[in-house]
């Protein structure tokens, strides 16, 4: 295992020219080195584990961490790269949270995400993918990921929020961008694109504090549980999250499907 270890290389698993085929390296790993060292940016590194059981027994211990920062000592976190103050409120999201503030979240963003709201989304979801077909056929040709499956998942986290139809365009361009950002480092390229994104957010919940819709964000303002309700940073990453999450998985699902 060392030996097969040591012959495995180390690249950059945010670099495009990693992302554009990584399958043959998991296969690798899979094979000959389950847990493996890989560098997810020129500064950072980070094990990956790659077999289901392996994965499923490191999430169920918890001797492991979500909040890297609850488990690196004062030299290790003095290494990490800088994080620009107004970036510090996205982090305290539900992936990077360990318990008890992780099921707190949980416990609130699963009385936004009601039976209701998931049904309207299925409906809409087939209509946005037919409408998306439809312009494609009428082209006569197509690019999976650019006319189909980039403006599918960004559209309808848009809708969910209820963004306005005026605003969706620079919805969409702060969105594309953000969600661009391969790593961590990258972040600082696409820093402008966050700050007008939160600015715009900060704006978008006051007015829908004063003007109820029948949309995600609404639902997320007005949770509640035993008096508790998310504050305006926790509903920034929220959103934020929505956004990265949402959009990647269902791009890299419809890509390599």
């Not at 790993?29 to 560098?39: E, G, I, N, S, T």
């Not at 211990?61 to 790269?81: G, L, N």
């Not at 620009?84 to 009385?111: C, I, Q, S, T, Y």
């Amino acid at each position: 295992m060392q030996l097969a270890q040591e012959q495995i290389s180390q690249p950059n698993i945010s670099s495009p020219q990693f992302r554009a085929n990584p399958y043959p390296f998991y296969a690798q790993l899979r094979a000959a080195a389950p847990v493996h060292q890989v560098r997810i940016s020129r500064r950072e590194s980070a094990w990956m584990i790659t077999r289901y059981n392996d994965v499923l027994a490191v999430l169920k211990d918890e001797r492991f961490a979500k909040d890297r920062f609850t488990v690196m000592t004062p030299e290790q976190q003095a290494k990490m790269p800088w994080i620009p103050e107004m970036m510090k409120p996205l982090a305290r999201n539900m992936l990077d949270l360990d318990e008890p503030d992780h099921g707190r979240l949980r416990g609130l963003v699963h009385k936004a995400f009601t039976p209701r709201l998931i049904e309207q989304l299925r409906d809409r979801v087939q209509s946005l993918c037919d409408e998306l077909l439809d312009a494609a056929r009428r082209r006569g040709r197509i690019d999976l990921i650019h006319d189909y499956a980039l403006p599918l998942p960004i559209t309808i986290i848009a809708e969910m929020l209820g963004v306005p139809t005026r605003d969706r365009a620079k919805f969409h361009r702060w969105s594309s961008t953000i969600v661009s950002a391969s790593s961590g480092s990258e972040m600082l390229r696409v820093l402008p694109a966050v700050w007008l994104f939160m600015r715009y957010l900060r704006q978008f919940f006051k007015q829908r504090r004063a003007q109820p819709g029948d949309d995600l964000t609404t639902a997320l303002i007005q949770a509640e549980e035993a008096g508790d309700h998310l504050s305006e940073d926790e509903l920034l990453a929220m959103v934020m999250l929505l956004l990265i999450a949402g959009h990647e998985t269902t791009v890299n699902l419809i890509a390599s499907g």
